[in-house]
């Protein structure tokens, strides 16, 4: 048979199929059609293809006798009882007489759906027994006018933009609205049975009145164990969110949810909502880059070796504080190898850097992404120790003609701490305060700073480094003369003592009395 195939209105029993093949497109519409019959020789090949069904009175739209293969979509006016096929993936189905409208195959693994229109009637009607688990029934955009408008027994029932008048009967199942109407004060529920009421939430995010792409997180504010966060990514996102929950014992309704939005270079934004009544539109607000610079040092400041670079910033963001931003700062040498780097917030101590010209970089990041880059110049000049490397030093002959000293930086000034004493001779060429170490053990015989300055060292008590105190010794050879000197000082009086006793005896000879005592 063909499409549109016209089924004889001649038969009061309506019409027979039997053997194999397809049937497309047959039509039981006619007002005096007894509907189709399938007997039980029909085999498991027989296809019906988008069938049409009339079925006044007391007659039955489809046969339950063994089950055609239909394809495609199967429409049915005024059946009294539509079963749908093991192999019908698409029912339509309109009914305005008594009896039951719509009665799923218990034997379905799979979900079927189904478009039905059905007034005076007790409507919907899914049942299985408890050792089955058929997959759920889902109609789309129905409408139902009856007292019972669904009842749904162990059969799962997803109904999609229904528009149901009259009560909803289940028990031990679930029976999930989306969308369309539904009085949940007119529903019955018996033993582990619940029926969810969900809706479909457009939400639609906006940055300076631009759509902006975002996270979205919505939470209808229901009790804690029965909310459910729904999360969706876009610029407008459809969401479907559980918003009314019946059961045996309570039943929970909210017309409202919190809403976390996040886009991408912006604060998040928080709200709470009202649902249902249109779109919703949250607004982020945009964000800018820190501003940042460098309080100090300034650019192309010059710094002596082992003196510290005290880096200072200013920084100021549109959202967060300065201390809440993260920082990268960067030292490169004139080369551009890098040399330091650091984390610290908002100001670096930076030590230990080697003659040379530097560039400081300081990468500044919010929250959000934005950043600003700054960069700084500085030099780090050679160690100058005794500070005389002053207008007057010349930097040919490294000597300062008007204080008639060496001069300039450690590397060239011979006396590089300006203690007098040039570098070669003093025990301490960078410490004005000392100069001499007799026995060479790091501490200096004396200290004696010049004004303003200040030493760490401290003076040897065993200058010789004999192992005796110089306070034991009588003296420290920085007291008074030494030993040899004593005994050339000894010498010489008694030579004087000697010429003197000769000149007064006129160069006779002595007696013998004067040369016992001498």
């Known amino acids: ?28 519409s006619a007002p005096t059609a007894r509907g189709l019959h399938a007997p039980g020789r029909i085999d498991e090949d027989l296809r019906l293809v988008d069938l049409t069904l009339w079925a006044p009175g007391g007659g039955g739209g489809l046969d339950r006798g063994t089950q055609p293969r239909v394809s495609e979509d199967v429409q049915c006016a005024q059946a009294l ?50 050792n089955e688990d058929p997959a759920p029934l889902r109609v789309h955009d129905a409408t139902v006018q009856a007292d019972v408008a669904v009842a749904a027994d162990g059969h799962p029932v997803d109904l ?7 009560s909803v009967q289940l028990a031990d199942t679930t029976v999930k609205a989306v969308g369309g109407t539904i009085d949940l004060d007119q529903t019955a529920v018996l033993g582990d049975g619940v029926l969810e009421r969900w809706i479909t939430q457009r939400f639609v995010a906006e940055r300076d009145g631009v759509p902006s792409v975002g996270a979205w997180t919505a939470t209808p504010s229901l009790s804690n164990d029965a909310a459910r966060a729904v999360q969706g990514q876009g610029a407008a996102v459809d969401l479907i969110l559980l918003v009314g929950l019946v059961d045996a014992s309570e039943a929970l309704t909210t017309d409202e949810a919190s809403v976390l939005l996040n886009v991408l270079g912006s604060p998040p934004v928080e709200a709470t909502v009202t ?63 890098i040399m330091m780097r650091s984390n610290d917030v908002l100001a670096w101590n930076i030590t230990d850097l080697p003659a040379d010209l530097y560039l400081i970089e300081v990468v500044v990041t919010d929250a959000y992404g934005a950043s600003t880059t700054v960069l700084l ?27 008639a000293t060496p001069c300039g930086p450690d590397v060239y000034d011979l006396d590089d701490d300006g203690d007098g004493i040039r570098d070669t001779r003093d025990a ?91």
């Open 1 to 28: 048979m063909t499409a549109q195939t016209p089924i004889s209105a001649a038969r009061e029993t309506g019409t027979s199929l039997g053997g194999r093949g397809s049937v497309e497109g047959p039509d039981a």
């Open 81 to 130: 009882t539509w079963t749908i096929p093991q192999g019908c993936s698409k029912t339509r189905c309109s009914m305005d007489q008594e009896g039951t409208a719509f009665t799923p195959s218990r034997t379905l693994d799979t979900p079927r759906s189904a478009w039905v229109t059905i007034t005076g009637s007790p409507g919907l009607d899914a049942h299985a027994d408890s």
């Open 160 to 166: 999609h933009d229904a528009v149901l008048t009259g």
């Open 275 to 337: 649902l249902g009544a249109g779109p919703i539109t949250l607004s982020v607000l945009g964000n800018q880059a820190p501003s940042v610079s460098f309080e100090r040092p300034i650019s192309g400041a010059r710094v002596m070796e082992s003196t510290p670079i005290q880096a200072q910033l200013s920084v100021e963001d549109d959202h967060e504080a300065a201390f809440d931003l993260s920082y990268d700062w960067t030292v490169r040498d004139d080369a551009g190898v």
């Open 377 to 403: 110049d500085v030099e780090v000049t050679p160690l100058d120790t005794d500070g005389d490397w002053s207008a007057s030093c010349s930097e040919l002959t490294w000597y300062d003609e008007q204080t």
């Open 428 to 518: 301490f060429p960078m410490d004005a305060c000392a100069t001499v170490d007799t026995d060479e053990d790091g501490q200096p015989d004396d200290v004696d700073c010049p004004p303003g300055q200040s030493t760490w060292l401290v003076a040897d008590q065993d200058d010789d480094g004999d192992g005796i105190p110089d306070t034991m010794e009588g003296a420290s050879q920085d007291d008074g003369p030494s030993s040899v000197g004593l005994i050339a000082l000894t010498v010489f009086v008694l030579l004087g003592l000697i010429l003197l006793l000769r000149r007064r005896g006129g160069g006779g000879h002595l007696a013998e009395k004067d040369l016992v005592h001498l």
